[in-house]
C-alpha cells in the first residue's frame, strides 16, 4: 500500500503569517508522529498521536505550534505568526501502534522557508 | 533532550567495517533505534534494541549496553550507498534523537 505522505512538499512563506501542514499516514496505523529537523541537525520531537489524542504536548516548541488528528486518520501541523527559527524539514511518520517496539514509517517531510 | 551524543562525522572505505558509537546520559528508557537517513530523504529504519547485546541484520549490526551508557552501530563490507547520516534514538514513549552521524564511504 502507500507509504505516509505530507503535503505540500515546500511551502514558503512570509514571517507572520500562519501554515498548515498535512500528514496522510499509513492506513490503519493508529500512532502518528510529528517531528521538526533544521538543516544539518537531527531530529526534534515535537508531538505524537495515539488515535485522534496527543498524550503528551509538551515538544511542541511554543504555542504558536499546535496540531490535530481527525478521524486516525489525516493530521495537521499549524504553526501561527511564523518566525524565521521555525525554517526546518517537518516529517511525520506513522506506526501500527505508539509502542516502542514498533518502527516508525516517514513521510518524505515538508521543507518549510520562512522569510 | 536526553544527552544522546554522535561523532559528527565519518569517512570510512569500500569494503571496510565501521562502526559508529553513540552514548546517551539517561536510564529507564524502552529501547534505543538506529536510523538511516540518506540526504535529502526521509529516515528509514535500520534496527531497535531493548535488551544488551548484539543485534544482527545482514550487513548491519546493533549492540546495546544500558549498563555502560551506549550503543553502537556496526557496518561490515562497506558500499558505496551506505553513505548516509545514522540517526540514533531514545525511546521513552518519546524519541529523542541525537544529531546523526554523516559517513562517507569512499572508494
Known amino acids: 500500500g502507500a507509504g505516509v505522505s505530507q503535503s505540500p512538499s515546500n511551502k514558503v512563506t512570509e514571517k507572520g503569517k500562519d501554515v498548515e501542514l498535512r500528514c496522510d499516514p499509513i492506513?490503519?496505523?493508529?500512532?502518528l508522529y510529528w517531528y521538526r529537523q533544521r538543516l544539518g541537525q537531527g531530529l526534534e520531537f515535537l508531538i505524537y498521536?495515539?488515535?485522534?489524542?496527543?498524550?503528551?504536548k509538551s515538544g511542541l516548541p511554543s504555542d504558536r505550534f499546535s496540531a490535530e488528528r481527525t478521524g486516525e486518520s489525516v493530521s495537521t501541523l499549524t504553526i501561527q505568526r511564523t518566525q524565521q527559527e521555525d525554517s526546518a524539514v517537518y516529517l511525520c511518520?506513522?506506526?501500527?501502534?505508539?509502542?516502542?517496539?514498533?518502527?516508525?514509517?516517514f513521510g518524505p517531510g515538508t521543507r518549510l522557508t520562512v522569510t | 533532550g536526553q544527552n544522546i551524543d554522535q561523532p559528527t562525522e565519518m569517512t570510512a572505505t569500500e569494503g571496510a567495517i565501521v562502526q559508529i558509537n553513540c552514548t546517551y546520559q539517561?536510564?529507564?528508557?524502552?529501547?534505543l533505534f538506529w536510523y538511516q537517513q540518506h540526504a535529502g530523504e526521509a529516515p528509514t529504519f535500520l534496527s531497535y534494541?531493548?535488551?544488551?547485546g548484539l543485534e544482527e541484520k545482514g550487513r548491519f549490526s546493533s549492540f546495546l549496553s544500558r549498563s555502560k551508557g551506549y550503543s553502537y552501530l556496526l557496518l561490515k563490507e562497506l558500499q558505496m550507498k551506505d553513505s548516509a547520516s545514522y540517526l540514533c534514538?531514545?525511546?521513552?514513549?518519546?524519541?529523542?534523537f541525537g544529531s546523526g552521524t554523516k559517513l562517507n564511504v569512499k572508494p
Open positions: 511518520a506513522s506506526s501500527p501502534r505508539a509502542l516502542s517496539s514498533y518502527e516508525q514509517y
Open positions: 492506513s490503519g496505523h493508529t500512532a
Open positions: 498521536f495515539q488515535g485522534n489524542s496527543a498524550p503528551d
Open positions: 539517561t536510564s529507564g528508557f524502552n529501547g
Open positions: 534494541n531493548v535488551l544488551d
Open positions: 534514538a531514545v525511546d521513552f514513549n518519546k524519541f529523542y
